[in-house]
Each structure stands twice: as C-alpha cells, then as structure tokens.
C-alpha cells in the first residue's frame, strides 16, 4: 500500500504524477488495484479534477475512473489504456473535500509501476488531500 503524508496542489492543465502514490507490479503476474483520491478545487463551478494512470505494458487492463463533485453529482467513465485521461465536472463547492477512485485490474507483462495521476484546467488549483493511498493486491 502507499498513502501520502501531506497535500498536492496542481494549478496547471499537464498531468503530474501523484507524489507518493505509485504502485510496483511485477511481470507476469495479475493485480487489482486501488487507488482513493480526495481532493478539493478552489472555484464554486468549476475547477474541474483530470485523472489518469500509466504502467507498465500489459497483457489486459480494464479500470474505472469515479469523480464526485458534488454531493449528489458524480461521472465516471472505463478505460482500457494506460494515459487515457477522464475530467470530472466542476466542482459544486470550492475548498470541499471530494473523491475521486481508479480501480481496476492489470496483467502486466513487464515490471514497473502503477501511477496515478492528475491535472486542473489550467486556470484553477486541484488538490490531492493528505490521506489519499493506494493498494494493489496481487492476484495471479
């Protein structure tokens, strides 16, 4: 498992690596993972959070991106390939704590490292709050 230890800000359109959250797979074996991602925009309407994730090449991945922004609003979409990036809507409140989750499967056909990570809209701050982490359990 990995968890960070203090908030990561992003003010820019490029996606930056989620700092402390990166998960080692090995080749040839199977993984489920997770990955929990609070975080906060600084703008009522808008500031909307960009997620994705690299790794390793695999035989097979399949993983859903969920990202709340609101509390009652949400959008989530699946990806088959690494670096497929998926922006959320606006955030309702700005300074909220709210999540956003990549969780799937991998078969990874070399060894390297899941990484998580994330970008605003080039003109507001996202946050990743301390507390996010991220596991992956080994399955085959």
């Known amino acids: 498992p990995a968890s960070k230890a203090a908030d990561q800000s992003n003010a820019t359109a490029v996606l930056a690596d989620v700092t402390s959250l990166g998960l080692a797979v090995e080749s040839g074996k199977s993984y489920d993972f997770d ?5 906060t925009g600084d ?3 808008s500031a909307p ?7 390793p090449t695999s035989s097979f ?26 922006t959320g809507g606006n955030v309702t409140t700005a300074g909220t704590i709210y999540v ?3 969780r799937g499967r991998v078969a990874a056909t070399a060894a390297g490292t899941l990484q998580p990570q994330f970008a605003g809209d080039g003109t507001h701050t ?6 996010a982490y991220g596991t992956a359990r080994q399955v085959a």
Do not use: M, W
């Open 126 to 131: 996202n946050v990743i709050k301390a507390g």
């Open 35 to 39: 990955i929990y991602l609070p975080y």
């Open 49 to 55: 959070i960009t997620l994705a994730l690299t790794g």
């Open 61 to 86: 991945l399949g993983y859903d991106v969920y990202v709340q922004n609101s509390n009652t609003g949400k959008s989530e979409a699946t990806r088959t390939a690494f670096a497929s990036s998926f």
């Open 43 to 45: 703008t009522n309407a």
């Open 100 to 102: 956003a989750r990549i």
